[in-house]
């Protein structure tokens, strides 16, 4: 599911499209949920039919996000302590981590105390 978020995020910017739809998950929500708070997206809108439309923000006509990620795949699985992701989250944007206490952002989960699952990079 994140790979399609991401894939649908990244295809939308390169093209200059105003918003990208897909069928909404609940997971799909949290993830916009941490774009939006983050200022990375103009915001999104469910419909009644079951679909998520995303909303894209570009700044001076290029898109806010030049980098989107997938760092942590089935097979691979990214995993950092606190130690580790202290270290390497200030060289990053913005980390989406899978914690213990929910989906967050890398410097929440620091200042939590929490390691976890590294999921995404958006830059």
């Excluded at 997206?41 to 998520?52: E, Q």
């Excluded at 950092?80 to 060289?91: K, T, Y």
């Excluded at 913005?94 to 914690?99: A, D, K, M, R, Y």
Aim: a positive charge; proline letters at 2%.
């Amino acid at each position: 599911m994140l790979a399609r978020i991401i894939n649908k995020l990244r295809n939308g910017y390169m093209v200059y499209h105003f918003g990208v739809s897909f069928k909404e998950v609940s997971f799909c929500t949290k993830i916009l949920d941490i774009l939006w708070k983050e200022n990375l997206i103009r915001g999104y809108k469910k419909t009644d039919k079951g679909t998520l439309t995303i909303f894209l923000r570009y700044h001076d006509g290029s898109p806010i996000c030049s980098r989107l990620v997938i760092l942590s795949k089935p097979r691979d699985r990214l995993y950092l302590s606190l130690l580790d992701l202290s270290r390497i989250s200030d060289n990053f944007g913005t980390l989406i981590v899978s914690t213990t206490k929910g989906i967050m952002i890398s410097e929440k989960a620091i200042s939590k105390g929490e390691g976890g699952e590294i999921l995404a990079y958006v830059g």
